[in-house]
C-alpha cells in the first residue's frame, strides 16, 4: 500500500525548542507507524541565534520560497539571552508568520486530566476551562510601522504605529466566528481597548458587530482587555470562543496557559487559512534559557502543536489519537516539573509514544 507522505520544515531554533522539537517528531513518527497509511519527511533547517552569530543571519534570503515547499512547518522556539529579542524575533518567527499570510493564530486553552489550575480554589475543572483564543496574526500591534529618530540622543523620538486595516480585521473575525461555530457553546467574546483608544480599536469593534450580523447563531460579547484579565481569573467558565488583537491575544494567552497549569501545555497553530502557503505550528512559550540544555522541559505544548498539524494536513483521526494518548499520560501522572511532578522530557515523550503504540 502506498502511504500519503507529509513533507514538514522543521525549525527547532534555540534553547529547549530544540528539546521539545526533538520530542514532537519522535512522537509523530510513532503515531504514522502505529496508525498507518500516511507518514511525515521531516527536513530540518538550523535556523538560530547560535547559527546567527556565527554566520550573521537567521534565514537566507530565499528562506521563505523553501518553505513555501512544505505541507506545513513545525517551529520550537526562537530567543537567547546574547542576541536582543527584537532582532531574533524579527528576523525569523515574525517574517515567517507574516510572509506566509499566517493571518490567524490559534490557541486553545484546556486543563488536561491529572493537572491542575492555580484556579482550584475556586473549584474549576475541566469543563469549567475550555477556550480558543484567535489572534490576529499580522497586523495590529506587531505590524512593524514606525522607527526612531535622533537614537542613542537625550532627544530620542521613537514611534511604534498599530495597523487596523479593514481586509486584516474582517478576516480575523470572520475566522472567529467560524470558530465559535463550530464549538457546541456558538459563544464569541470579541477583546478590545476602544474606550482610549479610539481610531484602531473602534474600527476593530465596528467590523465586529458588521460580521456578527451574518451569525445570528453565534452568542456574542465585548470586554476591554484590562476587564478581561479579571473575567479570566474569577469567572473562566463563562467564557469559550475569544477575538483578541495581535498584542492584547498575546498577552492573554500567556495567562490563559498559566491558569491552565503551565505554559508549557499551551499550543498555537499559525494558519493560512486560504492554504496557499504551509501553515505552521509551536508550542506558545519561548526558548526558555532558564532550564534549557537540562532535559526538563515539558514538551506537552509540542505534542498538542503537533497533533494540530497532523489535523491541519488531513489527518484528524490521528490527531485525536496524540491528544488521548497525552491526556492519559497526565492522567496517569507522568508529567515535568512545572506541573507538579517529577518526570523528564524524555519520559513523557517515551509514555506518550507507549501509550500511542498500546492503545492504538
Ligand atoms: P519563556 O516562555 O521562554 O519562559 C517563561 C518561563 O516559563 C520560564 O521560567 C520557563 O522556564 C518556563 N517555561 C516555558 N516553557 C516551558 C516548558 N515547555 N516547560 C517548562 N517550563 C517552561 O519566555 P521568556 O523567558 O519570556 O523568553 C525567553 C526567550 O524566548 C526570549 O528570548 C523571548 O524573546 C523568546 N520567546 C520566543 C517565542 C517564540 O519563539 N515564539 C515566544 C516567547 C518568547
Ligand atoms: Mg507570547
Known amino acids: 500500500t502506498v502511504s500519503k507522505v507529509h513533507r514538514i520544515a522543521s525549525i527547532p531554533g534555540d534553547g529547549i525548542g530544540v528539546d521539545i522539537t526533538v520530542a514532537a517528531e519522535r512522537v509523530l513518527h510513532v503515531l504514522a507507524k502505529t496508525v498507518g497509511g500516511f507518514e511525515f519527511d521531516f527536513t530540518t533547517f538550523d535556523w538560530s541565534s547560535e547559527k546567527y552569530r556565527e554566520r550573521g543571519w537567521y534565514m537566507p534570503p530565499d528562506g521563505i520560497d523553501q518553505l513555501k515547499k512544505f505541507d506545513a512547518i513545525y517551529f520550537g522556539a526562537v530567543g537567547s539571552p546574547d542576541v536582543p529579542d527584537h532582532i531574533s524575533l524579527w528576523s525569523l518567527i515574525l517574517p515567517i508568520r507574516k510572509s506566509l499570510n499566517q493571518y490567524v493564530n490559534v490557541r486553545p486553552t484546556r486543563i488536561l486530566p491529572g493537572t491542575t489550575s492555580p484556579l482550584s480554589a475556586l473549584s474549576t475543572t475541566s469543563s469549567h476551562l475550555d477556550w480558543v483564543m484567535i489572534r490576529e496574526n499580522s497586523e495590529g500591534e506587531y505590524s512593524g510601522q514606525g522607527g526612531t529618530s535622533h537614537s542613542d540622543t537625550s532627544y530620542a523620538v521613537a514611534t511604534e504605529v498599530s495597523i487596523f486595516t479593514y481586509v486584516g480585521v474582517s478576516r480575523i473575525m470572520r475566522y472567529a466566528f467560524e470558530t465559535a461555530r463550530s464549538r457546541p457553546r456558538k459563544k464569541l467574546t470579541m477583546v478590545t481597548k476602544s474606550n482610549a483608544q479610539r481610531h484602531g480599536m473602534v474600527l476593530w469593534d465596528k467590523i465586529f458587530y458588521e460580521i456578527a450580523a451574518e451569525y445570528p447563531d453565534v452568542e456574542t460579547d465585548k470586554m476591554l482587555v484590562d476587564a478581561m484579565t479579571v473575567r479570566m481569573v474569577l469567572h473562566p467558565e463563562s467564557l469559550d470562543t475569544i477575538v483578541a488583537t495581535n498584542l492584547h491575544a498575546d498577552i492573554l494567552s500567556d495567562l490563559a496557559a498559566a491558569l491552565s497549569g503551565s505554559i508549557g ?96
Open 265 to 360: 501545555i499551551a499550543p498555537s497553530s499559525n494558519l493560512d487559512p486560504t492554504r496557499e502557503n504551509p501553515s505552521m505550528f509551536e508550542p506558545i512559550h519561548g526558548s526558555a534559557p532558564d532550564i534549557a540544555g537540562k532535559g526538563i522541559a515539558n514538551p506537552v505544548g509540542a505534542f498538542w502543536s503537533a497533533a494540530e498539524m497532523v489535523r491541519w494536513v488531513g489527518e484528524g483521526s490521528a490527531a485525536d489519537m496524540l491528544m488521548q494518548a497525552v491526556e492519559n499520560v497526565t492522567a496517569a501522572g507522568v508529567k515535568t516539573k512545572d506541573l507538579g511532578g517529577d518526570k523528564n522530557t524524555e519520559e513523557v515523550t517515551t509514555a506518550v509514544c507507549e501509550e500511542i503504540e498500546l492503545r492504538f
